[in-house]
């Protein structure tokens, strides 16, 4: 296989994805130990996950529609920079106002970054090659995680909690200037891209150069609206999921710190694997058919929470939970890919910006609810199992007409 350019790239997001998500779900598994310094309840544990997701969400749409006019490149570049200072101030808060703060900063920073992540595939990539590219994006986002609990975990027992923060930090200052180098804004900017390259794509690049239409126009496409939906209940489990899960396996299985740390981490790459082949999926099999990897994803994953949730033992439910990971995120890449083909790609950054701030809106309130269910229950982690049984059905709905809802575009098109 002949290298191209647009395999650098797509190495270069899968790092920057990868430190998102490993900065992010820090927090997840350092959060026992500052609950321990600052006196938190489960309540207050809840909102320093959530506070991040507030500035997230908000940030957007408005960041996917600065990647359709500014292009990819700048706010990329942008958005690592910022989540990389906020990284490092989250580990010098001095109490729980200012972490709060800190964290909805931090949020507000990197919620630029999906959309333009985004925008960058659906420049950099043909459409025959999208559902794999997104998801070994995706999979950065499952490595991170993974990572994040066995780096938490090391850190924490020999530095303190702080220390996890300082040292995510200078890394992203590194890929921030990568990023800028070499994730042009189209593939005619950069001196990478041979000709051989180009011509592969067969027709004339759609850029950001291109003037995307209006906002309000990306808002009167229903399948946008049903893809938002579907990822926001969906959402709702698997960030209730991730949030709570190294308290999950602390408290109601009894593990070890240092097993608490394995466990997680081998959940979270086995939802990298889910990533990787929902995409291979996608473009193999079910390039017309995208929603079927989503519906039959989510079915599975809804059967193994349950079974998660009356496991004999914590061995048996990490199993479980393995089997969750791996499917749900199977389902999240058909519904990523669906996003980048349901609009011209003048307006890719736009689109993922409303569908991601459904799903981070879901960010914000699951660690946060359910927080508050375990405070209700005395800790019942069985009860908040169940519950996500039930949202996980209720997302497949939403699943079910995304392709029905679509009349008129590129929707599921053998198109470049």
């Known amino acids: 296989m002949i290298w191209k350019h647009r395999y650098t790239v797509l190495g270069i997001l899968f790092l920057a994805y ?7 779900m820090a927090m997840a598994s350092a959060i026992p130990f500052i609950a321990h310094e600052f006196h938190l309840s489960s309540t207050a ?11 997230y969400a908000l940030m957007q749409i408005p960041g996917g529609v600065l990647a359709d006019r500014l292009g990819p490149r700048a706010v990329l570049t942008f958005s690592i920079a910022w989540w990389s200072v906020m990284t490092a101030l989250s580990g010098a808060a001095p109490g729980l106002a200012s972490l709060l703060a800190v964290r909805v900063l931090f949020g507000f920073g990197e919620g ?16 025959r090659e999208l559902g ?15 990572a994040a609990p066995l780096a938490v975990a090391g850190l924490v027992l020999t530095w303190g909690w702080r220390a996890v923060f300082y040292a995510l930090s200078a890394p992203g200052i590194v890929i921030a200037l990568v990023v800028w180098r070499y994730v042009r804004n189209a ?10 390259e180009r011509a592969e794509f067969g027709s004339p690049e759609d850029q950001h150069s291109v003037n995307p239409t209006s906002l309000a126009a990306v808002l009167g496409v229903p399948a946008v609206w049903w893809c938002a939906g579907c990822l926001f209940l969906a959402n709702l489990v698997a960030w209730g999921l991730m949030s709570w899960l190294p308290t999950y396996l602390l408290q109601a299985r009894g593990f070890s710190v240092e097993k608490m740390g394995t466990f997680a981490a081998i959940t979270n790459l086995a939802g990298a694997l889910g990533y990787v082949w929902g995409g291979y999926l996608c473009d193999r099999f079910f390039a017309h058919r995208m929603q079927m990897p989503i519906i ?3 079915l599975l994953s809804a059967a193994f929470t349950y079974l998660a949730a009356v496991a004999p033992t914590g ?16 389902a999240f890449t058909a519904l990523f890919t669906i996003v980048l083909v349901i609009v011209p790609k003048q307006d890719v950054g736009s689109a993922f910006g409303v569908v991601n701030t459904a799903g981070q809106l879901a960010g914000v309130l699951s660690p946060v609810l ?7 229950t005395h800790g019942n982690f069985e009860l908040m199992l169940y519950g996500l049984v039930g949202l996980t059905f209720v997302a497949i709905y939403p699943a079910t007409q995304i392709k029905k809802s679509f009349k008129v575009g590129p929707l599921f098109q053998e198109s470049q």
């Open 18 to 24: 990868m430190l998102c998500y490993l900065d992010r």
């Open 45 to 55: 544990m809840g909102a320093v996950m959530s506070a991040f997701f507030a500035g």
């Open 112 to 127: 630029p970054f999906p959309s333009a992540a985004s925008k960058a595939l659906s420049v950099w990539f043909p459409r």
């Open 132 to 146: 794999r590219a997104t998801g070994l994006q995706q999979a950065s986002s499952a490595v991170g995680a993974a």
């Open 187 to 196: 593939r005619s900017d950069s001196r990478h891209v041979t000709g051989k």
């Open 296 to 298: 039959v994803g989510l």
């Open 315 to 330: 061995e048996w439910a990490v199993a479980g939970l393995v089997a969750v990971f791996l499917f749900s995120n199977m």
């Open 370 to 376: 359910i927080g508050y269910v375990l405070s209700a």
